[in-house]
């Protein structure tokens, strides 16, 4: 298991960026999956983006193309680049640990980072 902690939310300007950061109490290279999930007020918790150990990347239809996700092994950080961003966009970001240690398998998150997206 790992305890994670966004950092980088903040409000926008449609069209604007934003750089979300996480940072793992330990090493990250032997976590299976990292992943940012949003939810947004009255709507279930969605994947945005997830980095598999091997650094192989995956993203929902919705922000591909805008959002990269990436990961700094040796700083022990992830990070969820968001560029063009809309309103739609606008939830509360998590990070997501997925693995396995010790023979178990563990599922942890940040607290959140708060993401609004507004003219």
């Known amino acids: 298991q790992v305890q994670l902690v966004e950092s980088g939310g903040g409000l926008v300007q449609p069209g604007g960026s934003l750089r979300l950061s996480c940072a793992a109490s330990?090493?990250?290279?032997?976590?299976?999956?990292m992943a940012w999930y949003r939810q947004a007020p009255g709507k279930e918790r969605e994947l945005v983006a997830l980095i598999t150990d091997g650094g192989s990347t995956n993203y929902v239809d919705s922000v591909k193309g805008r959002f990269t996700i990436s990961r700094d092994i040796v700083k022990r950080l992830v990070y969820l680049q968001m560029n063009s961003l809309k309103p739609e966009d606008t939830a509360v970001y998590f990070c997501?640990?997925?693995?396995?240690?010790?023979?178990?398998?563990?599922?942890?998150w940040g607290q959140g980072t708060q993401v609004t997206v507004s003219s």
């Open positions: 330990r090493n990250i290279f032997s976590i299976k999956t």
């Open positions: 997501n640990a997925n693995g396995v240690r010790g023979g178990v398998g563990y599922n942890d």
